[in-house]
């Protein structure tokens, strides 16, 4: 099998997968892993509370898996007492619900003290199972790689633990008014990352930050991109027929009239949890700024916000609002609470751009998402969004956090209406390369490179 590098931003150069030889029999790709979601059901709707793109992520990647021979079961917290002990989402993957602390009105920040009794319901689930039943543990946010830590020793099976974001990383670009990460979660990450067999990054930019802020062996991370739902995410909806010839702009219309939302305005687009990371603020200021110096513009403008309070968010549920009519634009703006994925493609269809002015991203997949739904993006140029988004071809970058710097370039939308059309189809091209099939099959590979090790280390320690 070929042997795959990720250069380091640093200038290290990291392998993406090792595959050691020399084992009877070759590589052998896991046949089940055991997924850990402590903090969130993949049972969850994106956009409320904790659930967000990490949901999406899961979801995909294991019924993907499951589609190539590796059937996953996913461990996460139960958040109802009428929930069944297991639930199939899919075939070949298994959601379990495991009883830790409160079933409702536990935060976030409230889990580190429900670790124990997760960690005794995923013991207890393991316990009823043959030797050797988990291949492989996959851990998903550091709340979840405390108890992969665990379970993968006391399995003797290897861990593959995916951040999805880091402390310190976060902590280094703090809204205005957000709440930093506690100390206990960077002395947890640090720990998981020299325990984990294999680490899985969004990005290389990502990696880069593993080994400088974690100090992470360049050898144990692994680039994989996460992918996007084309059969979902695309211009038309599936089973609408082939793509019309005048493309980008038809697709508009359509959705438009599926939403009843005006064909000829300006819809600049935010999507996703409402909190200051993510910076839902900056694009009503720009808004606000943009009606200033063209207050003409008023009538043909609408600014949909699709998503809830999350987070810090949650201790000012309706900031964004009065946040809104403080600014004068209140009548431009429209609320719209967490849809379904399939409401939220015609969503990322019907707008002009999604505008992604957020703090921190690991990769941003609303941003693929919107792209291959035939929508550019106008995003914050941090994290994984400069690999997600081409500048100036399927959307902008903007540096910083300015308001007057996203209303620059929205105004060169609401200028050219074109913009949105060709910029669309060039977004749609660009998603092609972000399946969800390529991000399974490169996951599967790190799965049979931390499984190799594994071996290998084990063999050593015997002999």
Known sequence: MSQYVSRLGSGRVAPRIRLPGGFAGGPRKPRRV???SVHT?????????????????IVELA???????IEVEIFTRATTGALPPSVELSPGVLVRHVDAGPYEGLAKEELPAQLCAFTHGVMQAWAGQRPGYYDLVHSHYWLSGQVGWLAAQRWGVPLVHAMHTMAKVKNASLAEGDTPEPAARVIGETQIVHASDRLIANTAGEADELVRFY?????????????????????????????HPEGAASARAAARARLGLPQDALIPLFAGRIQPLKAPDVLLRA????????PALRSRILVPVVGGPSGSGLAKPEGLQKLAARLGIADVVRFQPPVGQDQLADWFRAASVLVMPSY?????????????AGTPVIAAAVGGLPVAVRDGVSGFLVPGHDPEAYARVLGRFADSPELADRMGTAAAAHAQSFGWDTAASATAEVYTAAMCDHRRRARSHRG
């Open 34 to 36: 055991a997924m850990l």
């Open 63 to 69: 019924e993907r898996l499951a589609a190539i021979g």
């Open 360 to 372: 921190s991203e690991s990769f941003g997949l609303v941003a693929i998402e919107a792209q291959a």
């Open 287 to 294: 808004v606000a700024v943009l009606l200033d110096r063209e």
């Open 41 to 57: 059901s993949p049972l969850h709707q994106p956009g409320t509370g904790d659930a967000g793109g990490m949901n999406v992520y």
């Open 215 to 243: 100090e992470a062996d360049p050898a144990a991370v692994a680039v994989v991109h996460p992918g996007v739902n084309l059969d979902r995410f695309r211009p038309f909806p599936k089973g609408s027929g082939p793509l």
